[in-house]
Nanobody, 127 residues
């Protein structure tokens, strides 16, 4: 069982930056595919970015490509999301998610393909 705890959310003006972190415990972090999702008010939770278990592959939603960067440190059991050039439409609760190694391999984008979730951290971008 993996426990995930997000931090780093807050209020920022449009054009600003934030860095989210996710601390993992209770499992073998290095074997999990990791991802960030977000959920805006009144909307479904959506995929933001994912990273393979050794960090060699990343994948981004079109809406954040070129502005957000996902990374992981397997030695420290942490996942990060650097968010630059933030827009009001990035306002959401951001969730860290972990997927056990299994077939199909690769970075998955659907909610139900992830096994463990954090409680989320609020990001608010003002215009």
């Amino acid at each position: 069982q993996v426990q995930l705890v997000e931090s780093g959310g807050g209020l920022v003006q449009a054009g600003g930056s934030l860095r989210l972190s996710c601390a993992a415990s209770g499992g073998t972090f290095s074997t999990y595919t990791m991802a960030w999702f977000r959920q805006a008010p009144g909307k479904e939770r959506e995929f933001v970015a994912g990273i393979s278990w050794i960090g060699g592959s990343t994948y981004y939603a079109d809406s954040v490509e070129g502005r957000f960067t996902i990374s992981r440190d397997n030695a420290k059991n942490t996942l990060s999301l650097q968010m630059n050039s933030l827009k009001p439409e990035d306002t959401a609760v951001y969730y860290c998610a972990a997927r056990r190694a299994r077939i199909p391999i690769g970075i998955r984008t659907a909610n139900d393909e992830y096994d463990f979730w954090g409680q989320g951290t609020q990001v608010t971008v003002s215009s």
